[in-house]
């Protein structure tokens, strides 16, 4: 017997198809450029983003299949997902900032995003200062990695290799970083986006 009943949505399902977007462009938390930085429109509500659901208005998700997907890989990065330890640094800014970090990132390394945006990634090769003396350990810092993705960046070469990098709370742990370098769009704009496992 068929049922007359008709088929409810949610109140968010709702909401995303319904969902406009305004002309304005989205301007990257921190950013010191006035260079374009993004081309996703601004949003007017806070809770539905376009691509993966991100405030920064990076599509996370295109920015993933981008990398799974592209030309000539130096190294196979495995399978990846929404649920991965990922940084998007701004290339052409000083200093190479974080511009979007993801959950898994801030979980693996203790730091929030607030705390991580708008700096380069060199912060995780030395422990957090609020940290002193609660590692067991004397801090290391490994030149020659932090060299060798220098010279990596600057040639515009993918890297992969295992890093010494430090939790907030003090905690060493080995950090396999991929690093591939990505243009979002047309204009060339270039950015780096780094992978992160804890490993053995």
Not at 43 to 63: C, E, H, K, N, Q
Not at 64 to 93: K, M, T, Y
Not at 113 to 142: I, T, Y
Request: hydrophobic fraction near 40%; glycine fraction near 6%.
């Amino acid at each position: 017997m068929a049922s007359n009943m008709e088929i409810a949505m949610n109140p968010w399902e709702v909401q995303a198809l319904d969902y406009q977007f305004s002309d304005e462009a989205l301007p990257i938390q921190g950013g010191t450029s006035d260079a374009p930085r993004s081309t996703w429109p601004a949003m007017s509500d806070s809770v539905f983003y376009p691509g993966l659901y991100s405030g920064t208005g990076f599509d996370i998700l295109a920015i993933l299949l981008r990398v799974v997907n592209r030309p000539n890989p130096q190294f196979e990065i495995g399978a990846v997902d929404c649920s991965v330890a990922l940084v998007l640094c701004d290339l052409e800014q000083p200093d190479q900032p974080i511009v979007y970090a993801s959950d898994a990132f801030c979980d693996l390394t203790g730091y929030s995003q607030a705390e991580v945006l708008g700096h380069n990634c060199r912060f995780l090769q030395k422990p957090h200062p609020s940290a002193k003396g609660k590692s067991k350990s004397k801090p290391r810092h490994d030149k020659a990695a932090a060299s060798q993705m220098r010279h990596a960046l600057q040639r515009g070469a993918e890297i992969q290799l295992t890093v010494l990098n430090y939790r907030k709370d003090g905690h060493r742990f080995n950090n396999l970083i991929s690093i591939i370098p990505v243009e979002l769009d047309e204009s060339g704009y270039r950015y780096a986006v780094g992978l992160l496992v804890e490993v053995e």
